[in-house]
């Protein structure tokens, strides 16, 4: 797996059962995955040659992010090697702009849109576009964005000059008025079966994952099932193997609209580590090795994850020993990562039958452990 993030830490996890051997290529011997797998390969996974001598013996190569350049992965398949998911699928979920184009020509729905040169572009797009509804709009840098960094919401057109000073193309969109974040997560094998998970709903605060509760509460059956249809689709059609999560916008008249893409394991399916027979990472796993599938059910009617994020204090452990007493169902993710306020560095998954109960347990659980709550 290419990049030592919690997502490859979580990946390595998961394989220990199915006894598969797990290479690392990783920036640095402190990065969350590297403190974990034993056979770990130091270096840039910007470099092709770094690429071509991690990959060298390796059965398939995946991924923990999006981020290796598509002419290397291009690359690597020349040269014979396993990439999964493959360059074909993985430019969609780097390229914001692209995405949208190709979702827009299946006539997948997504927000109103247009790559914008500059500030005059963008007024231009508010003004005249009658699906963009005017200001404010929503700006985002085509690559390289992630937890709504690379994403600004603007009123004017001279609030519009930010996002522009990166030099990255710009993509504007119309501002949903959704009423809820929804995510729909896929597997998908080499050979066409996928699996669908449950759509759960994925709340944000200022652009940060905060909790996950698995399934939407209130989603209807024929809601859902379409959701999960479409990320199906979105599957199939762009070749994906391995994980994909569909994150949607669900509007007031209960339509949904695409926002965005992931092709690996992805934070709105951690619940699954504990609330689904086969977890994400395990189901990746299958899927990049093209081995059957393994069974996505909840095992329980509510799952609840939160995201433990860094806070004032250094120590995430000091609140163990309350969290553990207080909660004997309480599943613990954490991912070694040094504590800085407000990057995630662990989650927690509670599970049961009663919806505010389950979402009470892990709410507390993630205060408690950042410390923003003492009792
Ligand atoms: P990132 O790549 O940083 O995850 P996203 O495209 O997912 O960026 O955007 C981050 C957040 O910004 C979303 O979860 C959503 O809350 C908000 N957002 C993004 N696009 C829109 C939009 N078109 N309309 C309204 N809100 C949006």
Request: hydrophobic fraction near 40%.
């Amino acid at each position: 797996m290419v990049g030592g993030g919690q997502l490859a830490r979580m990946t390595h996890e998961a394989g220990i059962p199915l006894g598969i051997r797990f290479r690392l290529l990783s920036d640095t011997p402190q990065d969350s995955a590297a403190q974990v797998v034993n056979d770990v390969v130091l270096g840039d996974y910007r470099d092709l040659e770094t690429l071509r001598a991690f990959s060298r013996g390796c059965d398939v190569i995946t991924f923990d992010h999006e981020h290796v350049p598509v002419e290397h992965l291009r690359a690597l398949e020349a040269d014979g090697v396993a990439v999964r998911p493959g360059p074909d699928a993985l430019v969609h979920a780097q390229d914001k702009g692209v995405m949208r184009e190709r979702l827009t020509a299946l006539g997948i729905p997504c927000p109103r849109h247009r790559v914008v040169a500059d500030p005059a572009d963008v007024r231009a797009f508010a003004e005249d576009d009658p699906g963009a509804g005017g200001f404010p709009v929503v700006l985002k840098t085509v690559r390289g964005g992630y937890d709504g960094k690379g994403v600004w919401v603007v009123s004017s057109e001279a609030e519009a000059a930010e996002p522009f000073r990166a030099g990255v193309p710009v993509l504007a969109e119309e501002k949903v008025a959704f009423t809820r974040e929804l995510a729909a997560n896929v597997v998908r094998s080499p050979h066409g079966q996928a699996v669908a998970y449950p759509v759960v709903e994925s709340v944000q605060v200022s652009g940060v994952c905060d909790t996950v509760i698995a399934p939407a509460p209130g989603l209807s059956p024929e809601a859902a099932a379409h959701a999960q249809h479409l990320a199906l689709t979105v599957a199939h059609e762009l070749g994906v193997v391995g994980h994909l999560a569909v994150e949607l916008f669900e509007t007031e008249d209960g339509r949904v609209l695409v926002n965005e893409l992931a092709m690996r394991p992805h934070n709105s399916g951690h619940w699954t580590q504990d609330g689904a027979v086969t977890s994400q990472f395990a189901n990746h796993l299958r899927a990049v090795l093209d081995l059957p599938l393994g069974d996505p059910r909840p095992r329980a009617p509510w799952t609840v994850m939160a995201n433990v994020l860094g806070g004032d204090y250094p120590d995430m452990y000091q609140g163990y020993l309350h969290c553990l007493a207080r909660d004997p169902g309480l599943r613990i993710h954490m991912y070694g990562k040094d504590v800085k306020p407000g990057r995630k560095v662990g989650h927690v998954n509670t599970y049961g039958t009663d919806l505010a109960d389950v979402r009470e347990r892990a709410r507390h659980a993630a205060d408690y452990l950042r410390g923003t709550i003492t009792e």
